[in-house]
């Protein structure tokens, strides 16, 4: 079946430094793949999302490219900041049975940014 | 923007109580879920619904059942509520998809329950 594996965490970097969290993905069809940010207190806000191989997603200065070949989706950001301190998801999106379409998350990275 | 809203942040309740989460979305979406979210778990679908009075039975369904009575609102339901069910709850809802993108999900702010 479909499933996200995703680095665990905690993770802490200073301000300023470069941010990768890998996330690996498993699906019998053509997935979509999305970053989901959950900041202490709040639900779960989409951050960047692609649909297929080789988009990429990006937002806020964070990036993601969908990589078919190594079935991968690993965020990334070049100069992580204090209010990016969050937990982050890795999702993929594939078809429901019926109709409409599941998702499957990672377990979470927890990323704390020190000034 | 979509906007989904749960019914409460916080609930304490009692072994054995009944207990209702509400979560209701303002954009007309087709499909709902009901999620939760524990430590070093991650995210687990509980139940999901595509349609009024349609619900799917989600990866860990037992000891919950849920409602959809009309399109906007659906709702989680712990029949008898145990300590084990002590999480934090999140309800989702999205479009179905009409082309090959697939749709994002949208969350609710969650509702951390807390079963004495």
């Known amino acids: 079946g479909d499933s996200v594996t995703q680095m665990e965490g905690p993770v802490t970097l200073s301000e300023e430094a470069f941010l990768t969290i890998n996330c690996t993905y498993t699906a019998t069809g053509y997935p979509s793949l999305f970053w989901y940010v959950q900041y202490p207190g709040e639900g779960l806000q989409l951050l960047l999302k692609a649909t297929k191989a080789d988009d990429k997603g990006s937002n806020k200065g964070f990036e993601a490219t969908y990589r078919k070949e190594t079935t991968s989706f690993h965020l990334e950001k070049g100069s992580v900041q204090v209010s990016d301190s969050a937990v982050y998801f890795c999702?993929?999106?594939?078809?429901?049975?019926?109709?409409?379409?599941?998702?499957?998350f990672g377990t979470g990275t927890s990323l704390t940014v020190i000034p | 923007d979509v906007k989904v809203t749960q019914s409460s942040r916080y609930l304490v309740k009692r072994t054995g109580e009944k207990v209702f989460l509400e979560c209701v979305q303002d954009?007309?979406?087709?499909?709902m879920f009901w999620y939760r979210q524990d430590p070093g778990l991650g995210l687990r679908l509980i139940y999901f619904s595509y349609d009024v009075k349609m619900k799917e039975k989600g990866d860990i369904p037992e000891g919950y059942s849920v409602s959809r009575e009309k399109k906007e609102r659906f709702s989680l339901i712990l029949e008898s509520a145990s300590t084990n069910q002590t999480s934090m709850y999140l309800c989702a809802s999205s479009l179905i998809p009409h082309s090959e993108a697939r749709e994002t999900q949208y969350f609710g702010p969650g509702t951390r329950l807390l079963v004495l």
């Open positions: 999702a993929l999106s594939d078809r429901l049975k019926n109709t409409g379409n599941q998702f499957y």
């Open positions: 954009m007309d979406h087709e499909n």
